[in-house]
Structures are given as C-alpha cells and as structure tokens.
C-alpha cells in the first residue's frame, strides 16, 4: 500500500514508498542547531516506518589551511561536545542512525579520534547510563610515500587550472595528509556493520554519507558503473547530498537545516527544516552554483554529476521540492581511474601584526607615502638581523580621492593592519613593532598632530604574536589503483596515519588494496539488547504553530516576483536577487548572480552584458584568466569563476595577507556594473 508523505503539511502526496527519509539537523557540525524542530522532523518520518537517519557535514578546507597544518579543529571543542549532546540524545531516543563526515573540520586521523573521544565521554555522563552505540570511526589518512610513489608515476594533478603542480619538496613539507573518500569506505562499513549507531567519517566528499546510506539501502552495486539505472541512482543520491549537506542553504530565507524523502530510482524531495522558510525551483537549483567552480558539472570521488537533465518542482505545499532527472558519470566508464582529492597544509614562517585607525585627514592623503617610508624605516633597522621577512598592509576605508577640504565630521577614518610574516617568531614581532612605531611617529608635510598619527591598543595589544603562518601544500587529485577507495576490513583496530606516515613511524608505505581503515566500538554501558532502529511509537503528524503560520502566510503570499526597490535601475545589482561570491576550493574565486524573474533573467542573457569577456573587465584581469562562465537556465543565474589573486599574483586562500579567506565579500565589482539604455529600455 503506497505511503503517504505529508512532511508536516497538506498534499505533497508521492505515490510510492520512500527509500527512506534524511534529517541534516545543520550544515556544520559544530555550528549549533535547533533541538525542537529537529526533534520535530525525525518524529513525523520515525512514524511512516521508513528508514530513517540524521546525515551532516563537519568539513571543509573554507576557512583555509591551519586545520590541517597547525592541527586546529574548526570549531572549539565545547561546540563539538554542545552539538554531540543533542544528537546522541535524539540517536538515543528516537533509535535512529548518525552519519557525519570530515570530523573535527579537515577530517584528520587526530581530530577524528578526538570526536570519537567526546562521544565516548558523552555516552559515560551521569544521566546517559542507558546509552549504548555501536560507534564506527572511518579513518582517511594518507601515507606520504605513497603520494610520492604516484607522483613519480605522474599518477597526481593539480585539481583545477589554478593549482600548481605538486612537487616531492611540497609532500615533504605538508604536516598531514587527508584524501576525501568517496562514499565507498561508508557503504562497506555499514554492509559490515547492518547494526551500527553512529558512524563518524575522516576527510569524505561532502555528499559521500549521503549517497552511501541511499545506495546501502537501495543495494546499489558501485562496480555496476556502466547501467544507466545506477547512474541515475547515484545521479540523484549525489544531487540530494550536495543540497542537504550545506543545511537549509537551499531554502528561502535559509534555514538551520534541510530534510530529504529519497527514493529508490535517485527522485527525492528537498524541504527546509525551519517552518518559516520554503524552498523554490530556482533556490533549489541555484545551490548547485554556491561554492562550485561550474553550476552544471560537479566532480567527485570517481566520477562527476550531470545536472544538465535535472527538473526541479514545487509541490503544492509551496515549500517543497521535487528533483529528479540527475546523472552520475563514472570515470570508469571513459577507461580512466579512480581519483580522490589529496589536502594538506605546511608552515611557512611566523606572523605578527599591529592595528589601528586613522583620522587626520592632512594624514590621510599621503598614507601612501607615510607607509612606504615606515617599510624602508623598517627595512634599515633589520638589515643586520639574520633570517627573511616581509612587510605588508591591510587598509580599510581609505578614499580614493583628496579629503583635506572635508569638514571635520564627514573626514573618513582609515583603519590599518601591519601584517609580517618572518623565519622567526622573534623577528616577525620585531618587524611589526618597529612599524607600529613608524606608523604611530613618523613625520610627513604639513603634520600638525605632532602627539601621535595612529589610534591602537585594541584588546590592550600593540603588536600581537600570531604564531605559525601555514599555506596549502596539497590540493591535488591522485588516480587510484582497483579497489583503493574501499574500506578496509581486516584486523580489527587499525593504526592511523601520523604526520603523514604509516604506523611504524618509518615513513615506508606498506602496500595494501584498501587505503581507508576503521576502528568498531560499542560506546556507552546501556542495554546492547534493545532494537537499534524503526522502534519509535507512530506518533502521526505533528504542525507547529510556525508551520501554521507559514501555511497561512503562503496561502495569502502572491506567487508573482518582488520588487527590488528601484523605479528605475541603473546597475546590475539593483535586477539581481542575489549577488553573491565564493570561494570555490582554496584556489578560485566563483560569483552568483541570480534574478527573481523569469523575464528579468532572459532580458539580461540576451542583452550581452555578461560574459567572460565582462566579468574579466570588472575584475582587471585578461579574460582568458576566468576560469568559466555561462548561464544556468534553471536558476535563471549568471555565474563565473576567476583565480585567487592576491598582489597581482595567484594564490591559494589562508595564508599570509589573507583578508577575506571565504571570498564572500569579492561581488561589489559586478554589483556595480552599469545597466545599457537598451537594457533599460525593454525592462521599464
């Protein structure tokens, strides 16, 4: 008897059973997440008897390469520990299977290890005696001479235009080694493990647990990569985890997280997690763009995914999205290997830094000059000092124009960042403090306030130690031989990678076939006994008052565009919906724009204002440095990607004189292109 699917409101009525339904609580693990409405969603699927299970993310190379080089964890520790608590207590109490991937941000073997700690600590708090987890930790640790071994076989390439060729001297100098496991190592742990509770990944493509707890379901056979069914299959499952494992950033406004009812054939349905927000065909569809160099091809652990034939529809409940239609093609299927992404970091020096503001405007037009001296200034007090250095600054609200004809209260305030990268700690902090003191004393025509020319002592500093400065060493593919992406099952408890060298701690890779490990434990003393899923009372539908309000507000809602504000626009930014920018891997820059109308959207592609060719203007750059560009007709979007480029040179994102490692602040030059009469013309 077919199952009736109400998601929490009236006829979104699918005709077959689901292959089961996922809860990603939040886009992040570590971030927080709303406790109620979680509890709220696994509830109303707990009660349809579908399988059932709360999948997220907690990785990502975003925030640049000090996880991996330093060893820092994303988020502090007590943001692991707030997030386990809830989860562990749903897991517990609603029987239900948790999945995450990359633990602890960069997916390190350590970082791993120090999540599956604090669930083993959660699991022994007084008041969880009853807990008990078949927990299983998938480790994704890769041995250097092993990447060095497939170098020499020019086995490894860059992963992208950007990246720069890998070099033994980068391998030597990367401090651990990660590769982002497809969701093979997944499948094999829970075919292995039918009963398992919690399964905590290392480094994995973000959507790998989601397509693996799909095709374990659906008894999908990954070797079976040449039938279109199975390609169709992981096509969708891929499509699914690619939305959901960013949380409600799909939905309109976003919401902490996502729901997905999937089925057998790769079909599923997206929904926001938060009553008040609701997903739309073009927020859908345009999440495929955000953080992608390409909105239309997405590559992966061996293969990549083809949106080009995906549909996506609103289903009546206004909040709900129906997407089929997504192909995955294996790399096998064109004769070629396997590949994973290898990630890592290395120290290149050490940081220190001195900030403040300034205000007098006589300064303020010739800071260019004021700035240099104190760099020369600098320069001549070391010149006799052993080891390197480099001096540089960050300015924020300095004019472009004359500002000494101001009045006193419109004259701007600049505010400035020395930053000094050094060989030593030592000379780094002595660097920037000789600038902070050239900066703050130094002479220029027609001073006035002879006192001081620099406001600091923010936090009580005047120069602050930074510590080591790391850069990406590793962001590059490695083809794999037959069955290296599989988990390997054998002998139990495994010893993980350390500082990216085998156990024996003789840096010699010992060969195997399967290069991901794991480790099975039962955490928690409660009853081993008790049924570990579908145990959850039937408890029907359940509507908050949000979600009451949302129905009614939609109901009244008019279904046509908005308006902007503008009764005339001038420039780009006043047609697009959304304006946005991003980083897309360490190495690229993508943009996003997106337009609320059909109409809009179609006037625009057909006006020729943008193009590779336009969007290389705006940024200074010669068009064959963009990387892609092109419309999305599905959500009626522009998008292009350029190079990092910091000082009028390519450079990956984190690392010294970094200022805006997420990119997201990159957009204004497109916001600010100016709108064609014609253009004009056939809008008003």
Partial sequence: MPIVITNGVDSVDVERTPLCHIV??????????????TTEALQRFIA??????????????????DRLALGNMGSPRSSYVRDLRKLLKLAHELHVPLIFSSAGSDGSDEHLKEILDIIEDLTNEKGNEAYSFKTIGIFSGI??????????????????????????????????????????????????????????GGRAYDPAPYVAYCAYLAGVDMNDWSNPTVQRQIGGFTHMGKILECGGTCAEPKSHGATATVYKDGEFIISPLTPAARCTPVSVAAHTMYE??????LHGPGGYFDLNTATYEQLEDQRSIRVKGSMFHFTRESGKPYQVKLEAGQIIGYRSMFMGSIRDPILINQLDYLTELVKQYAAAQHDHIPGTYEFEYHFYGKPDGNTEDLPPQQSPEVFLIGEVLASSQELATSVAATGKIGITHGSYPGQKATSGNFAFGIG??????????????????MDLEDGEERLSLEGGETTPIQNGVNGNGNGVHKKQNRLFTQTVSLLGKGDTSLPRSSTATVLGDIKSNAQKRFEASAKSSSNGSTSNGHSRPTILGDLAKV??????????????????????????????????????????????????????????????TIPRIRAGKRTPGGSFMENDVHGSQQHLPLVNVKLPEELIATLA
């Fill in 143 to 200: 041995d250097k001479q092993l990447i060095k071994d497939r170098l020499r076989a020019g086995a490894i390439t860059g992963c992208g235009a950007c990246v720069p060729p890998l070099t033994e001297e980068d391998i030597d100098a990367s401090i651990r080694v990660v590769a982002q496991m497809g969701p093979e190592p997944f499948i094999d742990a829970m075919a292995h493990n039918p009963d398992f509770d919690i399964i905590a």
């Fill in 48 to 65: 349809t008897g579908v399988p059932t299970a709360m999948i997220l993310d907690s990785g990502s190379t975003d925030s640049g390469p």
């Fill in 579 to 640: 304006v946005r920018s991003k980083n897309a891997g360490p190495y690229e820059i993508t943009f996003d724009l997106i337009f609320e109308s059909r109409d809009t959207y179609l006037k625009v592609k057909e006006s020729g204002l943008l193009s590779a060719k336009a969007v290389a203007s705006a940024y200074k750059l010669p068009e064959s440095d963009v990387v892609w560009s092109g419309f999305f007709d599905p959500a009626q979007a522009f998008k292009a």
């Fill in 460 to 477: 009580g500093k005047s120069v602050i130690e930074l510590g080591p400065c790391s850069k990406f060493s590793m962001y590059h593919l």
């Fill in 292 to 297: 992608k160099s390409r909105p239309d091809i």
């Fill in 24 to 37: 990603t609580p939040v886009g992040m693990l570590g971030y927080g997440l709303q406790e109620a409405e």
